[in-house]
């Protein structure tokens, strides 16, 4: 059980706090509700940029990573559909340099022209990297417009396409850092070795002072129901062909989220995961093959993505995946394999929760979906699905009219 406190500053800041005593350390997670999602159709990509932005200086602390280093901290960020977030660890005797410093950026960042241009590159260069400069990178740019007709899901964090990163100025920049940078935005949690008292102290000496925002209001288009099946096919100078499968599914707090989520671990909870275990080492139609549930707080994805075996004919491998799906609920040892992978979301739960860091990220998760006794919750949530509940789901998810997918073929001789 995880105890904490939580209160709210004037301004609208949201904070929570843990105590363990038994580390030295603080981890101090500063959460802004803000990701991909709320970006504007040709201009996107801004959540990400600001990721390295953030980390830019800014107008009365030029470096922030050097003050943080010597006082014995380290930090790092990630941004993707839903949210930004940032955090950090330190000794806690020097806690306080963390609220100067995360204060000071939720302030005012350094909107110089040469900031932006060196991050403007950074970005550039990621995107290359991560999607045209290696096989199968740019998978993720054909299926989510093809899953997605209008809901800003449809674009990956980085951005839809990287002219818009290229062509943003700072005018741009400012506005969408003014109207999403808030502290009525945002949410504070601190785990570790710091009492409730002396964090709402710190908190209103360096949060307190900073005034609410006009935050843009979130007006995000629902996508409409699939009612056919979508089929994309690209040819690359690819090692091998690739099958990507993904089916749409209810939002992060849908009373099916822990079925599918127990679904996807029974379909490829590493080696023993079905689709390995028929597909992969019995069968030897794939190399490699995965699935995984998006935990977007709007409706999301079900991914189902394999590469594989020369001379292995890509609409069999997808039939071979189909009934493997279809058939999990009436397989040999279901129940059993169950049960496995429920204890293994336990260990993994309570061992991931004895980082400080970890507990501070799920802490400030919980409470952006709305109730943060939810980290208290997860284990029992998902220990009460039942195979009633897995048959169900894969019944009304799988369908073909559900489901859009991309055969990524190689054009060399398979």
Not at 147 to 157: G, L, S
């Amino acid at each position: 059980m995880i105890k904490f406190n939580r209160f709210l500053l004037d301004n609208g800041l949201r904070v929570l706090v843990h105590e363990d005593k038994s580390t030295p350390l603080v981890a101090m997670n500063v959460l802004y509700d803000v990701g991909s999602r709320d970006e504007d159709p040709g201009l996107t990509g801004l959540a990400h940029l600001f990721e390295h932005l953030m980390f830019g200086g800014s107008v009365n602390i030029p470096e922030y990573d050097l003050p943080l280093q010597m006082v014995g901290g380290e930090n790092n960020a990630f941004t993707n559909n839903d949210f930004t977030n940032y955090y950090l660890t330190i000794p806690s005797s020097n806690i306080e340099t963390g609220f100067w410093l995360e204060s000071d950026r939720m302030l005012n960042l350094d909107f110089s022209q040469k900031n932006l241009d060196t991050q403007k590159n950074v970005v550039i260069e990621e995107y290359n990297q991560r999607y045209l400069n290696q096989p199968y990178g740019d998978a993720i740019l054909k299926l989510r417009p093809m899953a997605y007709k209008v809901h800003p899901y449809r674009w990956p964090t980085i951005g839809m396409d990287i002219s818009h990163i290229e062509n943003i100025d700072l005018d741009q920049v400012k506005e969408f850092f003014f109207s999403h940078y808030a502290p009525n935005n945002a949410i504070l949690s601190l785990t570790g070795n710091i009492n409730p008292d002396h964090a709402f102290n710190l908190t209103n000496k360096w949060f307190g002072p900073i005034e609410k925002r006009n935050v843009n209001e979130r007006k995000i288009p629902a996508e409409p129901h699939q009612n056919e099946g979508r089929i994309l096919t690209i040819e690359k100078d690819v090692p091998s062909n690739a099958l990507y499968k993904v089916w749409h599914i209810g939002p992060r707090n849908s009373t099916d989220f822990y079925t599918l989520d127990l679904l996807t671990d029974l379909l490829a909870g590493g080696e023993s995961g079905r689709l390995y275990t028929e597909l992969v080492r019995d069968k030897k139609l794939f190399s490699e093959i995965n699935a995984y549930i998006t935990s977007d707080i709007d409706p999301g994805l079900i991914f189902v993505q394999g590469k594989l075996m020369k001379g292995i004919d890509i609409q069999f491998a997808e039939e071979s995946v189909n009934k493997v799906i279809n058939n999990l609920p009436d397989s040999d040892g279901i129940k059993d394999e169950m049960e496995k992978v429920k204890n293994k979301f336990e260990s993994s739960t309570v061992f991931t929760n004895t980082s400080i860091l970890n507990k501070a990220v799920n802490l400030a998760f919980c409470e952006l979906l709305g109730n943060p006794e939810l980290i208290n919750r997860e284990v029992d949530d998902y220990r009460k699905v039942n195979l009633d509940m897995v048959n169900d789901a894969i019944t009304r998810y799988f369908v073909p009219s559900n489901c859009s997918t991309l055969y990524y073929k190689s054009t060399r001789n398979n």
